[in-house]
């Protein structure tokens, strides 16, 4: 630690003990009021923080989840074109589970 740190170290800590100091010399009323306020400033901290992981860990599950039916998609599709040249439409779409029309589309667009 330079010199330079060791001067901001040591200004913190008696900046941190004046505010301590200061907070002594308050009423015991004024002592309360301040730890009940500073109970539900941490309380609400708490719920926001909360909520926010709890909105992210639903953002990621539904994410995850549409990925996999995109994912599942793309294969049928992969493999209703690998079958277009052996099977007929009909079939392609009722093992597959794809409807009829997209598997015409496919066709199609082949």
Request: proline share 1%.
């Given at each position: 630690?330079?010199?330079?740190e060791?001067?901001?170290?040591?200004?913190?800590?008696?900046?941190?003990?004046f505010?301590?100091?200061?907070?002594v010399?308050?009423p015991?009323?004024?002592?309360?009021?301040?730890?009940?306020?500073?109970?539900?400033?941490?309380d609400?901290l708490?719920?926001?923080?909360?909520?926010?992981?709890?909105?992210?860990?639903?953002?990621?599950?539904?994410?995850?989840?549409?990925?996999?039916?995109?994912?599942?998609?793309k294969?049928?599709?992969?493999?209703a074109?690998?079958?277009?040249?052996?099977?007929?439409?009909?079939?392609?779409?009722?093992?597959?589970?794809?409807s009829?029309?997209?598997?015409?589309?496919?066709?199609?667009?082949?």
């Amino acid at each position: 630690m330079c010199i330079y740190e060791k001067y901001i170290h040591s200004c913190d800590v008696i900046e941190r003990a004046f505010e301590k100091a200061e907070f002594v010399r308050l009423p015991k009323v004024e002592q309360d009021k301040y730890h009940k306020n500073l109970k539900v400033y941490r309380d609400l901290l708490n719920s926001f923080n909360t909520a926010r992981n709890e909105g992210l860990k639903k953002g990621r599950k539904e994410g995850r989840e549409e990925g996999l039916e995109e994912g599942m998609k793309k294969k049928a599709f992969e493999i209703a074109m690998s079958l277009l040249d052996v099977l007929d439409v009909e079939t392609i779409a009722l093992k597959i589970g794809l409807s009829v029309d997209d598997i015409e589309l496919l066709k199609s667009s082949q």
